[in-house]
């Protein structure tokens, strides 16, 4: 899933260790978060979004990721 998590990480001049820190996980799913190959629980998405000072919605590219999804489907009908 698409998401801001690295972009806003360097803004914020936070390795992938602090940041995991912050939010009570491993450097290691940071990295994965960042590159798209997992998907956060909720309180894991909300605690990012908080450090960040923006909303999950945003943070997550939700809106951008739903139409992508809507668009795969509409393919396979």
């Known amino acids: ?13 936070l390795t992938q260790q602090q940041l995991a820190e912050m939010v009570h996980v491993s450097s290691r799913t940071i990295i994965s978060l960042e590159k ?9 998405a909300y605690r ?9 919605e945003e943070l997550y590219c939700l809106a951008e990721n739903k139409e992508q999804e809507d ?3 509409d393919d396979w009908e």
């Open 1 to 13: 899933m698409k998401n801001l998590v690295r972009e806003l990480r360097t803004e914020a001049g």
């Open 71 to 73: 668009r795969e489907h």
């Open 48 to 56: 990012l979004a908080l450090v960040f000072g923006t909303t999950v």
């Open 36 to 44: 798209g190959q997992y998907n956060p629980s909720l309180l894991l």
